[in-house]
């Protein structure tokens, strides 16, 4: 069992930057591709961003691609995503989740999932 606690939520106005965090505890974090989803009120949850467990791979979805940076701390076992330039558009609950090794972009293919994070981006 992997148990995951995201933080770092709030409310920031268009343009600024938030940096998520999420810590894992219980087995060893550093054999999991983490990723990073979020879900808007009234939408489907979308795939973020993930990163493989040695770090040396990532993935971001196009609407994020340049503006959020997935990293990870395996001494730390914590995982973040930086996020700058926000839009109100990526205003959502964010999940981390984990599964072995390698990252997916689905997210039905991840067997660990934290409680969330609310982001809001509002002016």
């Known amino acids: 069992q992997v148990q995951l606690v995201e933080s770092g939520g709030g409310l920031v106005q268009p343009g600024g930057s938030l940096r998520l965090s999420c810590a894992a505890s219980?087995?060893?974090?550093?054999?999991?591709?983490m990723g990073w989803f979020r879900q808007a009120p009234g939408k489907e949850r979308e795939f973020v961003a993930a990163?493989?467990?040695?770090?040396?791979?990532?993935k971001y979805a196009e609407s994020v691609k340049g503006r959020f940076t997935i990293s990870r701390d395996n001494a730390k076992n914590t995982v973040y995503l930086q996020m700058n330039t926000l839009k109100p558009e990526d205003t959502a609950v964010y999940y981390c989740?984990?599964?072995?090794?390698?990252?997916?972009?689905?997210?039905?293919?991840?067997?660990?999932w934290g409680q969330g994070t609310q982001v809001t981006v509002s002016s």
């Open positions: 989740a984990a599964r072995d090794f390698y990252w997916v972009v689905a997210g039905d293919l991840y067997d660990y």
């Open positions: 219980g087995r060893t974090f550093s054999r999991y591709a």
């Open positions: 990163i493989n467990w040695t770090g040396g791979s990532t």
